[in-house]
């Protein structure tokens, strides 16, 4: 896989790769996780989306990490 785009917003997750456009409720998300620099949004036990803190602006981690806190999964 290359580079994504992903937007978020209250309905759930926006993921571009390539030619593929997805979109997933957050009820799809089984998990969620982050560190100092990460964030994972599990929706699988074996699948992770991997979500560098360093490439979306500090509003945007308030925003997801409130996202993530509002459905249930930090």
């Known amino acids: 896989f290359g580079p994504c785009e ?3 917003s ?3 997750i926006e993921l571009k790769i ?3 456009d997805t979109k997933m409720s957050w009820k799809a998300v089984v998990r969620a996780a982050y560190t100092g620099t ?3 949004l599990y929706p699988g036990a074996n699948q992770a989306y991997i ?3 360093t490439k ?3 509003v945007d981690v308030e925003e997801l990490e409130r996202l993530l806190k509002a ?3 930090l």
């Open 51 to 53: 979500v560098p803190k």
């Open 6 to 8: 992903m937007h978020f």
């Open 10 to 12: 209250e309905e759930g």
């Open 18 to 20: 390539e030619t593929v």
């Open 56 to 58: 979306i602006s500090a």
């Open 71 to 73: 459905n249930g999964l």
């Open 38 to 40: 990460h964030f994972l």
